[in-house]
């Protein structure tokens, strides 16, 4: 049973240090307790915990852009935060842990503003059929960690650009693109800003567990930091554990290709292209080009550039591949 309702409001937007603090928050829940953290993070996609960063976002066009990319603990998909984004997270112990409360304090706090939202399928939240927050969970021992985003303000135009949703996953929802799907709360009533709904989830969940919600003053900070370090580190965040495979596919007037690949510590240790292209003999010079390259768009198109050609049929391959490189990193 809950018997005191805590509440922490980050002051910054560096996410590695926002995930830090909400496992930092987790190690410290007590049973009898129950801690929202409210947090922002800026120009940011984060994965889930056991996803393939490269297949689920654009890091290149991310970082050449100013943007972070972080793997979070938890499960689920790749989503996009900025500033018009209110993330929140709910941190009890596993007898304390009751999913439809949590759910009603952000529908409560939205629905204050005159909306209808409610609960879709396995964790989302939407209004009208668009998703305006998806959630996703994680248990460590006997503690429990429910987080989701809030859309209030997004930039759907840079959502749309770093995301690589796959057009199953859109297709299966009956859309015709990720921006078709989702929907800012600002788009629904101009009157809702972050921090009006941030005051309306604390308002909320005082309301829904009847308690007069606590703020927690003070945090290790030595400690933050040091969780920081693992989700900077390129091993969490690249997930250099095994080998993950990548494939990427086009079809040119020469012929289709479809390159595969393994790649290990952000290194390609094994490519196979397959073509239906008449030359035959020109397609396994672009799968030894790329064996052993850096996995990022530059070093790829650099190896691809210095493929020697004979002829004009085989530059027009070589300049097609740059091109499906540069379309799909």
Request: with cysteine; net charge negative; hydrophobic share 35%.
């Amino acid at each position: 049973m809950i018997r005191q309702a805590k509440y922490f409001v980050s002051d910054g937007t560096e996410p590695c240090r926002n995930l830090a603090i909400e496992e930092y928050l987790l190690h410290m829940t007590e049973e009898g307790s129950c801690i929202l953290y409210l947090w922002r993070n800026r120009h940011t996609v984060v994965i889930g915990r056991n996803q393939n960063c490269w297949k689920e976002c654009k890091l290149d066009l991310l970082e050449e852009e100013g943007g972070t990319f972080v793997r979070r603990c938890s499960g689920g998909g790749a989503v996009y935060h900025d500033l018009g984004n209110l993330n929140f997270t709910f941190l009890t112990t596993k007898s304390d842990y009751h999913l439809e409360k949590q759910m009603q304090v952000v529908l409560e706090a939205v629905n204050s503003f005159g909306l209808h939202a409610r609960a879709e399928g396995r964790n989302d939240l939407v209004i009208n059929g668009r998703k305006f927050s998806g959630n996703a969970f994680v248990e460590e021992h006997d503690r429990c960690c429910h987080h989701g985003t809030i859309m209030v303000q997004v930039d759907l135009e840079r959502l749309s650009r770093y995301l690589k949703v796959s057009l199953k996953k859109i297709q299966s929802k009956g859309i015709d693109s990720v921006k078709a799907r989702v929907v800012n709360l600002t788009d629904l009533n101009s009157q809702i800003t972050v921090d009006s709904l941030q005051a309306a989830l604390l308002e909320a969940f005082g309301r829904v567990y009847g308690l007069t919600p606590l703020r927690i003053e003070e945090l290790d900070e030595a400690e933050i930091q040091k969780i920081s370090q693992k989700y900077q580190s390129d091993q969490w965040k690249y997930n250099r554990f095994d080998e993950i495979g990548c494939a990427m596919e086009e079809r040119y007037l020469w012929g289709g290709i479809t390159l595969e690949y393994l790649i290990h510590d952000a290194v390609i240790t094994e490519c196979r292209a397959y073509s239906d292209a008449m030359d035959a003999d020109f397609i396994p010079r672009i799968q030894n080009a790329l064996t052993g390259c850096e996995f990022r768009k530059e070093a790829m198109i650099f190896r691809v550039v210095n493929i020697d050609t004979e002829t004009e049929g085989r530059q027009r391959m070589k300049d097609d591949v740059i091109k499906m490189i540069r379309k799909n990193m």
